[in-house]
């Protein structure tokens, strides 16, 4: 009997035999003689094994004693399908004749097994395509963010960059999304002109900082005041600060970082500017009344500084001292406008959000399923032993992780499987 199992590589058995035509032959010296009857039949499916594809032979170790070699080769020149295929070797002599029987047995490498084998070579190209993907991406990625998050704090980005010049915040937004994206040329471009500013940008961010504390204390000063405001006190303060605001958010808008050396003397003008808003205001609230103060007020809201700081002067050199009028009773500072809700992003297909999981399942699935054909069902050389398997498991890593495109991992091991008996290697490109 002659089993093949998984294996698809030849095999040879032998058994000693005693045929009885020794003892009644004529000429005991004579030579034994073996051949097969016929090919080997399967007697369930009719499926035949080639007697070509079988050699035997037989040699007298002692006097009526036969060893009988039989090999088989279930692939050359024809590959032979599953089965339990029967024959009979007839051993003859001097004209007497025996026949010995022949069971050779052929399994099944497809159901199961095949479902099997695809396990396993998914398995090992899931493995090889993980691995690839965190040495190929997210080890880089994950260096370049490292390099981000320090020259955001280098610059003082804060928790949303909002002290930063909008064309440098843009620009901020724009590198977090080309490193999402894998563009890293892109990245590193931005990361050269932003790095080379860096320095300067840090400067303008702390004058930015310091301005936009300035405008907030002013805010909290009057939404704390002891005496009772007015609202259209109120009203006129908060016309004050919403310019400084936007004098400020201007500055911000100015273009980065051609205009860098203006903006930032702009700022330090700024600076003044908004200290004698302070003082203003808090003269203002103190004195509603007062006819320079109320001036001063009216060209603050128009951002006439200059001429808001001589009218404060006049006031100051003036002495005045008011008693407070009857007030209404204090209301409360009119809300801030409520920010807009953020746009929906255009709708995208789900499939093409997941465009890369999906790239990457079908690129394990392809490479399965091409392990599946030239490794497993045409490999004569597996044979189906825990070392086939995990060989099998290792060459969907080794090409899921190397790289190679799947047209030539095919016609590579395509020609390496086209004559000879041994599984083509996969070697990184």
């Known amino acids: 009997m002659i089993s093949f199992g998984a294996g698809r590589t030849p ?50 170790i002692s006097p009526g004693v036969l060893v009988l070699t039989v090999s088989a080769d279930p692939w050359s020149p024809e590959q032979v399908p599953a ?41 090992g190209a899931a493995a090889g395509l993980l691995i690839k993907w965190i040495t190929e991406r997210l080890t880089p990625q994950a260096m370049i963010y490292r390099r981000l998050a320090s020259l955001r704090r280098a610059v003082g980005w804060g928790s949303d960059g909002r002290n930063l010049p909008v064309t440098a915040r843009l620009q901020m937004e724009e590198l977090q999304d ?26 303008m961010v702390n004058r930015f900082v310091v301005l936009d504390n300035t405008l907030s204390a002013q805010a909290e000063t009057v939404t704390a005041h002891p005496k009772p405001i007015t609202r259209n006190v109120l009203a006129r303060v908060d016309a004050i600060l919403d310019e400084c605001h936007r004098r400020l958010q201007l500055a911000k808008d100015a273009p980065w970082p051609d205009r860098a050396d203006e903006v930032a003397r702009d700022l330090d003008t700024l600076r003044l500017n908004f200290i004698t808003a302070s003082q203003v205001i808090t003269s203002y609230l103190e004195l509603p009344n007062e006819a320079t103060l109320r001036t001063a007020v009216d060209l603050l809201q128009r951002g006439e500084y200059d001429d808001a700081a001589r009218e404060y002067d006049r006031f100051l050199q003036a002495g005045t001292v008011e008693a407070n009028t009857a007030a209404e009773p204090r209301k409360s500072r009119r809300p801030r406008p409520t920010r807009a809700p953020r746009a929906e992003e255009p709708g995208l297909a789900p499939w093409f959000r997941a465009a890369r999981p999906i790239a990457g399942m079908a690129s394990v699935l392809v490479v399965a399923l091409v392990g599946l054909k030239l490794q497993y069902l045409g490999n004569q050389s597996f044979q189906g032993d825990l070392t086939a398997w995990l060989t099998l498991g290792l060459w969907g890593f080794v090409v899921e992780l190397s790289g190679t495109s799947v047209i030539e991992v095919v016609s590579r091991l395509s020609a390496g499987h086209g004559s000879g008996t041994q599984p083509a290697s996969v070697t990184r490109p």
Do not use: C
């Open 11 to 60: 095999l040879t058995r032998t058994m000693t035999v005693r045929p009885p035509i020794g003892k009644i032959a004529v000429n005991p010296a004579g030579a034994f003689l073996v051949h097969l009857e016929s090919d080997l039949t399967d007697l369930g499916t009719g499926r035949q094994f080639p007697a070509q594809q079988l050699t035997v032979a037989a040699s007298e």
């Open 83 to 123: 089965g339990d295929f029967r024959g009979s070797i007839r051993v003859s002599k001097d004209g007497a004749q025996v026949d010995v029987p022949v069971v050779l047995r052929v399994d099944e490498r497809g159901s199961w097994s095949a479902l099997f084998a695809v396990l396993i070579l998914v398995a």
């Open 178 to 203: 080309v490193i999402a994206r894998h563009d890293y040329g892109r990245a590193e471009q931005l990361f050269t002109d932003l790095e080379k500013e860096r320095e300067h940008l840090a400067s």
